[in-house]
């Protein structure tokens, strides 16, 4: 399915860039801009008054960098690596991306919907089929590719040990990054991880566990900014950004920086 143009402009006004100004440090006039763009499911995705409190992580992002370095966000609810390309969605980005942007690339939840043939894939196939359409497109417009192993879902077996989601996914994205020399952060082994330290109980409180429902896969605002400190850190430690790129990375992030705007009608 292909967007129509006014779907394409209500997309692009959505992702226009974001930072935290309240507190923020003034941008060098010696730095050019540079946008990271972030290609993906629900788990990033902006979410809206009416699905408060759930938060996508990249709505966090943007608290751990600085303002020359905002971000546009593009995920989307429901989306895997091929129907965000079959939608016209990775078109959108591409349209907007300018030389030395990011593209942050973060699917698998939906490619695993073998029962969804819009939007499964095969992890050593199809998958790395369509995850090369967005290294190539950003690298065709002067933009920098950055794959992201998609985030764990909260999952514990009976000893209280975090569990893996994601099948073949990360492995074979981690494969892909090696083969197309692209920077990958791997945010499926460190949420993982962190999942496991936190527990069976403290866990709750970051996934958007309210009064009316147990989700195990969006988060609330503690959640998105854990997960978004975890893309910011890795996004140092991979090189892709530069420690003068990030800020309070070892900070406390009130949850109230979190907000929901109303969405389009």
């Known amino acids: 399915m292909s967007l129509t143009r006014r779907q394409v402009t209500a997309a692009a006004l959505a992702a226009v860039p974001v930072g935290f100004s309240a ?31 759930e938060t996508g992580w990249g709505m966090a992002l943007p608290f751990f960098l600085h303002k020359d370095r905002p971000v546009a966000n593009h995920a ?17 980005i591409l349209g907007l991306t300018q030389p030395g942007d990011l593209l942050l690339i973060q699917f698998a939840h939906n490619d695993e919907k073998a029962d969804d043939p819009t939007r499964y894939t095969e992890p050593w196939t199809t998958y790395q089929d369509y995850l090369r359409l967005y290294i190539e497109g950003a690298r065709a ?23 893996p989601s994601h099948g073949d996914y990360p492995a074979a994205m981690r494969a892909l990054a090696m083969t197309e020399r692209v920077a990958v952060l791997d945010v499926q082994a460190l949420s993982l991880a962190l999942w496991q330290e936190l527990g069976v109980e403290e866990t709750k409180r970051y996934f958007n566990w309210t009064g009316t429902e147990q989700d195990n896969t969006h988060f609330n605002p503690p959640g998105a900014i854990a997960v978004a400190r975890l893309v910011a850190r890795e996004l140092v430690r991979a090189r892709v950004l530069e420690p003068r790129d990030v800020r309070r990375l070892d900070e406390e992030i009130p949850e109230g920086w979190i907000s929901w705007p109303e969405g389009a009608a």
């Open 141 to 163: 417009h002067g933009a920098r590719p950055v794959l992201a192993t998609p985030v764990e879902r909260r999952r514990f077996d009976v000893g209280g040990n975090a569990v």
């Open 23 to 53: 507190t923020g440090t003034a941008q060098s006039a010696e730095r050019r801009t540079r946008t990271l763009h972030i290609a993906g499911d629900s788990t990033a995705a902006q979410k809206y008054a009416d699905a408060a409190p």
């Open 76 to 92: 989307v609810n429901g989306r895997s690596s091929k129907s965000f390309v079959d939608e016209g969605r990775l078109d959108v």
